[in-house]
């Protein structure tokens, strides 16, 4: 890089962390995060692996019954997503049931009780809201994070946790810069009014990037090719995740998840994109 060019863009990053103090607090937590994922994978192995996405799942779970529940405040809903969240973690993580039959028979039940418990208690449309929304909570916090975890155990799955992080994360940061230097044309303002086209674009080829070094440096047993298709596909679900639960949020009329994650907010505001595209890279692993 030259000189000329260099000296403008330092100054504007300087500027940049200036003006956006939480963006510092965004990078330091994020390497406290990454360094406590390093230490448990070098301590306990892959189980640490699958111990991470047993707490992210616990964590998620709990973040995302506060967004469902915030308005209603009833004692038995509250009481019966815990249980179903719990039960269907429990047959999940603990006595390694499988996956497909364990979250079919968790959402049938979250389903059915709460017909029984929303008898007369709440308007129809809250109800059904409810209920699509528990729905997608077990399989966004818990079937998601468990095929996390399912990669994590397979051969090279460390590798493939790896990917994973690598695709989400250089996405996030890369949209993030291009957004703020690019940035002109509004993503879709109605769920995130800072997100922009040029931005979104940066992070796709973030994710490529991403996708590119990890077959460089990894030398993994996937092609290029495949490993280039997973970063773009995975840039794209990434990015839509993020945009699902701005949705999630905005319904629940809340700015954060959670408070777990200083800069961040809670598991479920930096995990967002990660978990959506776990089901994609269980297909690619398993």
């Known amino acids: 890089m030259s000189e000329d060019l260099e000296k403008p863009l330092l100054k504007s990053l300087g500027f940049m962390m200036l003006k956006d103090k939480s963006l510092v607090i965004r990078i330091a937590s994020a390497l406290v995060a990454a360094a406590v994922i390093l ?70 039940l979250f389903a059915t009780g709460l017909i029984i418990l929303g008898r007369e208690r709440v308007e129809n449309e809250q109800l059904l809201k409810m209920i699509a929304l528990g729905v997608f909570g077990l399989f966004y916090c818990v079937l998601c994070p468990w095929m996390a975890a399912q990669v994590g155990l397979a051969p ?70 495949f490993l280039l298709l997973f970063g773009f596909l995975g840039g794209c679900v990434g990015q839509a995740g993020d945009l699902l639960m701005s949705l999630v949020k905005r319904v629940s009329q809340v700015k954060d998840s959670g408070r777990l994650l200083p800069g961040h907010g809670g598991i479920l505001d930096r995990l967002d994109g990660v978990l959506l595209v776990c089901p994609l890279l269980y297909l690619l692993v398993i």
């Open 156 to 225: 090279h799955g460390p590798q493939h946790f790896l990917l994973l992080l690598l695709v989400v994360f250089f996405g996030d940061t890369f949209a993030y810069f291009g957004g703020y230097f690019f940035g002109k044309t509004k993503l879709n303002p109605s769920l995130s009014p800072k997100k922009t086209v040029e931005g979104s674009i940066t992070g796709l080829f973030g994710s490529l990037l991403a996708a590119a070094g990890f077959w460089y440096f990894a030398q993994p047993d996937l092609s290029l090719g």
């Open 39 to 108: 230490g448990i994978y070098l301590l306990f192995d892959q189980r640490g692996l699958v111990g991470i996405c047993l707490a992210v799942s616990l964590l998620a779970s709990r973040e995302f019954r506060s967004l469902l529940f915030l308005k209603s405040k009833k004692l038995p809903f509250l009481a019966f997503y815990t249980f179903t969240s719990l039960l269907l973690i429990l047959s999940l993580f603990i006595f390694n049931f499988d996956g497909l039959k364990a979250f079919g028979v968790s959402a049938s």
